[in-house]
């Protein structure tokens, strides 16, 4: 029995996110069809949205599947908030790193307090909350870049020290760090771990996620597209967010595009869309700095009205840059919890 919670937990995070093929996961995990399927219904009942489909030609059938998550999350592609009032307030930041020793919670906690005195109801993280571990030629760097190491410990830590205010949710998603938590031999999503000890902190899926701000009083909404894209920092910093923005079809039809990873602040509106980078809450890394990153560290408050449609009327952005890092903060830092624990 405890070998088939092993497989179900294991199966279920092997199709996060990601689309497999039926034949490689009955192989991979060596259970018949029947077992499969009976894993899958179970799943299922518990509230995860796992799809299947099936792919044909004259010559081949194969059966994808893909776990979209707990059903929690709401539809697959979108996670909605129902928000009446007619201005929101909202925080976002990326990139936190929490286990390393770069890692400046100290000035995360700063982020909180402010944005509670300016009345902020939802945060909103880019990805890379964890350090994760290191890998290949860098393997060696997790004995002298990491005081928290693993996916136990890094996650325990987070739950534990992330900030805490009342009345406030952090909503975040998982970049390429958090992934490297996830092996053949241990295939669990940080991301859900940690929400499933805070509840204020709300996981919304790997690399990316598209949130509606619902007005019950009109048919109109607001679309925030959070992203934690891969690859290399470009020469021009508007690069990547203009090319994706370019990318995008007619129907994606988003206002606010968010996007972390890439260790800028910048802003700017293209096709009538909002966007922002997201700096980093963390010190340059050796990492950043063998890959000549700049590292601006900071984060973006958005103070958001509605027209009487319910759709932006105008955007007041403010940003808080942080131009000094905090030595050895990890050593000191302190944990933040206002308005005290659920």
């Not at 408050?301 to 955007?315: E, T, Y």
């Not at 952005?317 to 808080?320: D, L, S």
């Given at each position: ?5 092993k ?16 034949e ?8 018949s ?155 669990l ?32 909404d ?10 290399a ?17 007619g ?12 260790l ?36 973006w ?15 007041r952005?403010?940003?808080?840059p ?21």
């Open positions: 029995m405890e070998n088939y919670h497989i179900k937990e294991a199966l279920s995070n092997q199709i996060l996110g990601n689309e497999e093929k039926e490689d996961l009955l192989k991979r995990f060596n259970i069809f029947l077992e499969f399927n009976g894993i899958i219904y179970e799943l299922k009942q518990e509230g995860y949205n796992i799809q299947k489909y099936v792919e044909e030609d004259e010559e081949l059938k194969t059966t994808w599947y893909k776990n979209w998550g707990h059903s929690k999350l709401g539809d697959p592609m979108n996670y909605k908030i129902i928000d009446n009032d007619d201005e929101i307030r909202i925080m976002l930041i990326s990139d936190t790193r929490l286990g390393s020793i770069y890692q400046q919670l100290s000035i995360i906690n700063q982020c909180y307090e402010l944005a509670h005195e300016m009345g902020v109801k939802y945060v909103f993280h880019n990805g890379d909350i964890s350090e994760g571990e290191y890998r290949g030629e860098y393997a060696e760097w997790n004995d002298k870049l990491l005081f928290c190491r693993g996916l136990d410990e890094q996650t325990k830590y987070i739950a534990n020290n992330y900030p805490y205010v009342k009345g406030m949710n952090t909503y975040f998603i998982t970049g390429d760090h958090d992934r490297t938590h996830y092996t053949k031999k241990r295939p999503d940080i991301g859900k771990m940690i929400a499933d000890k805070r509840e204020d902190m709300i996981y919304l899926g790997p690399k990316s996620k598209e949130i509606t701000f619902v007005n019950e009083n009109s048919l109109n607001i679309k925030l597209f959070m992203t934690h894209p891969k690859g920092v470009p020469y021009t910093v508007s690069y990547r967010p203009q090319q994706y923005i370019y990318s995008m079809r129907e994606d039809d988003i206002d606010i595009l968010s996007m972390g990873h890439l800028n602040c910048d802003s700017f509106d293209e096709r009538g869309i909002f966007e922002f980078q997201v700096p980093s809450l963390c010190a340059t890394t050796p990492e950043m700095k063998e890959a000549k990153l700049a590292n601006d560290m900071g984060a408050i958005l103070i958001i009205k509605k027209n009487r449609f319910g759709k932006i009327a105008s955007i952005p403010r940003i808080m942080f131009y000094n890092s905090l030595e050895e903060d990890y050593k000191r830092s302190k944990v933040l919890k206002l308005g005290g624990i659920k």
